[in-house]
């Protein structure tokens, strides 16, 4: 299984690859019109990407919104690599 790990305010963390069960939520075009930018519809990705690399999600409601938004972004980039995808977070000013 391809592991991707990276750094995230501080921390290192692994993410697996997304489940195939997962990718066919995904792929509903319902799902995506509705949740996409929603942090609570990504959490039992990350939660699941994260358990089966060996880590766990940190608590993000102890976390300010910046930082919440740092580690859902490059959370989410490294388990959609792990999986074999790309995803290109828009830049900020």
């Known amino acids: 299984m391809p592991i991707v790990k990276v750094t995230i305010q501080g921390c290192e963390y692994s993410f ?4 195939v ?3 066919r939520t995904l792929k509903t075009p319902a799902t995506l019109a ?3 930018e929603r942090l ?6 990350l939660r699941s990407s994260l358990e089966r690399a060996g880590h766990s999600l940190p608590d993000v409601d102890t976390m300010n919104v910046d ?3 740092e580690f859902f972004t490059q959370g989410l980039d490294a388990m959609l690599r792990a999986t074999g995808a790309q995803f290109d ?3 900020t000013p």
Do not use: C, H, R, V
């Open 16 to 19: 697996a690859p997304i489940l």
């Open 21 to 23: 069960g997962q990718l």
């Open 34 to 36: 509705t949740n996409l």
């Open 40 to 45: 609570d519809f990504w959490s039992p990705y």
């Open 67 to 69: 930082e919440a938004m």
């Open 89 to 91: 977070p828009p830049k």
